[in-house]
C-alpha cells in the first residue's frame, strides 16, 4: 500500500465531506476565518484521502469552551491537532499512528497537543509519543488534554 502524506491545500472539501456531520457544522462555517492559522494534512491512497487532520497555530471554535487552555499552548508555541479522522472501511491499518509519524517528521521542531472526548483514546495518542496532561470539565462533558514534545 502505497501513501502520501501531504498538506492539503486546493480543496478542503475533500476532506471535510469524510468528517462526521457534527464535526463539518464545527469546521466548515468557519474555515475561511482561519486562513493563515490551520492546514490540512491528509494520508492518500491511490488518490483518495484514507486519513487526515487539521493542525491550527491560533485559536479554534472546537477549542473556544477551554480558551484559557489554548492561549496557554498557543503562547508557548504549540499547535493544535484537530479533526483527526480515518475512513471507516480502513481503520484498524496503523493509519491514525501513520498519519501522526508523517506529520511529525513535516514539522520535526515544533510542538503539538490536543484535546479529547472519548477517553479511550488516550491509549492510542499515548502510543504516539503523547503526554496526558490534565482533564478539564466543561458543562457537563469531559476533555483530556495531551502534548506531544519534539526533541
Same mark, same amino acid.
Given at each position: 500500500?502505497?501513501?502520501?502524506?501531504?498538506?492539503?491545500?486546493?480543496?478542503?472539501?475533500?476532506?471535510?465531506?469524510?468528517?462526521?456531520?457534527?464535526?463539518?457544522?464545527? @469546521?466548515?462555517?468557519?474555515?475561511?476565518?482561519?486562513?493563515?492559522?490551520?492546514?490540512?494534512?491528509?494520508?492518500? &491512497?491511490?488518490?483518495?484521502?484514507?486519513?487526515?487532520?487539521?493542525?491550527?497555530?491560533?485559536?479554534?471554535?472546537?477549542?473556544?469552551?477551554?480558551?484559557? &487552555?489554548?492561549?496557554?499552548?498557543?503562547?508557548?508555541?504549540?499547535?493544535? @491537532?484537530?479533526?483527526?479522522?480515518?475512513?471507516?472501511?480502513?481503520?484498524?491499518?496503523?493509519?491514525?499512528?501513520?498519519? @501522526?509519524? &508523517?506529520?511529525?517528521?513535516?514539522?520535526?521542531?515544533?510542538? $503539538?497537543?490536543?484535546?479529547? &472526548?472519548?477517553?479511550?483514546?488516550?491509549?492510542?495518542?499515548?502510543?504516539?509519543? $503523547?503526554?496526558?496532561?490534565?482533564?478539564?470539565?466543561?458543562?457537563?462533558?469531559?476533555?483530556?488534554?495531551?502534548?506531544?514534545?519534539?526533541?
Amino acid at each position: 500500500m502505497e501513501l502520501l502524506f501531504k498538506q492539503h491545500i486546493k480543496d478542503p472539501q475533500l476532506f471535510f465531506k469524510l468528517l462526521p456531520k457534527s464535526w463539518q457544522n464545527g @469546521i466548515v462555517p468557519y474555515w475561511q476565518t482561519y486562513t493563515g492559522k490551520a492546514e490540512i494534512y491528509t494520508l492518500e &491512497e491511490n488518490g483518495s484521502i484514507v486519513a487526515g487532520g487539521v493542525i491550527f497555530k491560533g485559536l479554534s471554535e472546537d477549542v473556544k469552551d477551554f480558551q484559557d &487552555e489554548a492561549k496557554h499552548w498557543f503562547d508557548r508555541g504549540y499547535f493544535y @491537532i484537530g479533526y483527526v479522522w480515518v475512513v471507516k472501511s480502513k481503520r484498524g491499518q496503523n493509519l491514525g499512528s501513520q498519519w @501522526i509519524k &508523517e506529520l511529525l517528521k513535516y514539522h520535526p521542531h515544533t510542538n $503539538f497537543w490536543l484535546t479529547i &472526548e472519548e477517553e479511550k483514546l488516550k491509549t492510542f495518542y499515548l502510543k504516539n509519543g $503523547f503526554r496526558l496532561i490534565k482533564k478539564l470539565q466543561k458543562a457537563n462533558a469531559i476533555e483530556w488534554v495531551l502534548v506531544y514534545e519534539n526533541k
